[in-house]
């Protein structure tokens, strides 16, 4: 199917309409390529939740990253076994890790030695050994939007290095603490694989550590997420390159073989399977601008509000009218911000009230982060499989 043939399907707009077949046919990718390393992946659940793309991640065996306590039943309820869920976060309260502890979680990723203080009190109180990851804050600059940049050393995430040693002691002396891994995670959209070299060379430093001060070795590392998608050309690289950062690590990783490796991607698994489908209610001339007002606002994606994030905007209903002639728009939503902007001094096709415009590569940190603002209500799904048509 191309995406115009959208233009012939009855969706109502705004829409996150994603393709199930490009989905699997990621996951197949991403599961060649972590299997000759024997890698175990975990889906960021954070990038997307919606659940007909949660159960078909879950139903290939992954692991699921979770970052609260509702996240955390989701991934149960959705078919992640319990022994390959980890949670995350900076700030897990008392009541989301007594809960996650009864539903039998394979590992919390601790980010502070007062969250492992908490986490001993409430295991010691059920008489149960908690198994934890110690999140350790790398100093990696993962060259990204400061926004999601995470591994540099002064962020609220992880346990900085020079507290490193303590955190450790810490962990392995706490009597219903089993300490299993080291779990790291330094930002998001990386594109470039020397982040992932740096944090390989980085992982193998600290378990030599653990090693020569402890004499411990962990379990696992876990080398969290990261890895960017082609948001200017999705059609060029739906899938993106896994074996970029699996055969970097593979190659900079100097582990005792027992140490096993995971990962944690959100954006790479489900970016590119997802389009926000908009119609434009009115073209606006302005003195010096043109606007393409549509029905999809900031609520609805809010990446290019948040973070000046580009996602590349086609106009499916000018193309399939064979339109040659072009325009200058801005593409804005209907909500009370000037934020509310999806792209700016945009050339498209000449464009009329009722087309359908694409905003592309918006799988990951799509609905997920949407909103009610302005009472609006939710963008209606469509999640399209061709064998189903
Ligand atoms: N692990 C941890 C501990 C994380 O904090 C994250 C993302 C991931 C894994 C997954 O990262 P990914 O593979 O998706 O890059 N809302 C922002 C992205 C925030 C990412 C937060 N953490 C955006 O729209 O760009």
């Known amino acids: 199917m191309t995406l115009t043939d959208i233009t012939l399907l009855p969706i109502t707009t705004p829409c996150y309409f994603y393709d199930i077949d490009l989905l699997r046919a990621t996951l197949d990718t991403l599961q060649q390529a972590a299997a000759p390393h024997s890698y175990l992946i975990h889906y960021a659940l954070k990038a997307n939740y919606e659940e007909p793309v949660v159960r078909e991640i879950a139903s290939r065996g992954f692991g699921a990253d979770c970052v609260s306590g509702g996240e955390v039943e989701f991934a149960v309820k959705n078919g992640f076994s319990p022994d390959r869920i980890v949670y995350a976060g900076v700030g897990k309260t008392p009541a989301e890790i007594e809960n996650s502890l009864d539903l039998g979680i394979s590992c919390f990723n601790v980010e502070s030695i007062e969250e492992l203080d908490m986490i001993q009190a409430i295991a010691a109180r059920k008489n149960l050994a908690a198994t934890v990851a110690l999140r350790i804050n790398p100093d990696i600059d993962a060259h990204t939007h400061h926004y999601i940049t995470t591994g540099l050393a002064e962020t609220k995430f992880g346990i900085s290095l020079p507290m490193f040693d303590l955190a450790v002691k810490k962990a392995l002396e706490s009597p219903n603490i089993h300490l299993a891994g080291l779990h790291f995670h330094i930002g998001s959209q990386i594109t470039v694989a020397d982040p992932y070299r740096l944090l390989a060379a980085k992982a193998s430093e600290l378990v030599a550590r653990l090693h020569d001060e402890f004499r411990f070795t962990p379990d696992y590392v876990n080398l969290g997420g990261g890895l960017g998608i082609d948001y200017d050309n999705p059609d060029n690289n739906p899938i993106p390159d896994f074996s970029m950062i699996f055969d970097t690590v593979s190659q900079n990783l100097d582990v005792p073989a027992s140490v096993k490796v995971h ?127």
Do not use: W
């Not at 393409?292 to 509000?305: C, E, H, S």
């Not at 087309?355 to 909103?371: K, V």
């Open 263 to 389: 990962f944690e991607l959100g954006r790479s698994v489900v970016g590119q399977s997802g389009s926000l489908l908009t119609r434009v209610i009115y073209v606006k001339e302005g003195i010096g601008k043109r606007f393409a007002i549509v029905d999809a606002g900031m609520n609805d994606l809010i990446r290019p509000a948040l973070y000046t994030a580009r996602h590349k905007i086609e106009n499916l209903s000018a193309v399939e009218r064979g339109e040659t002639a072009t325009a200058v728009y801005d593409v804005v939503g209907p909500i009370c911000e000037t934020s509310d902007l999806f792209d700016s001094d945009l050339t498209l096709p000449v464009t009329l009230p009722g087309d359908m415009l694409a905003i592309r590569s918006a799988g990951a940190y799509g609905s997920a982060m949407s909103s009610a603002y302005n009472m609006r209500r939710p963008a209606s799904r469509y999640f399209f499989e061709k064998n189903k048509q």
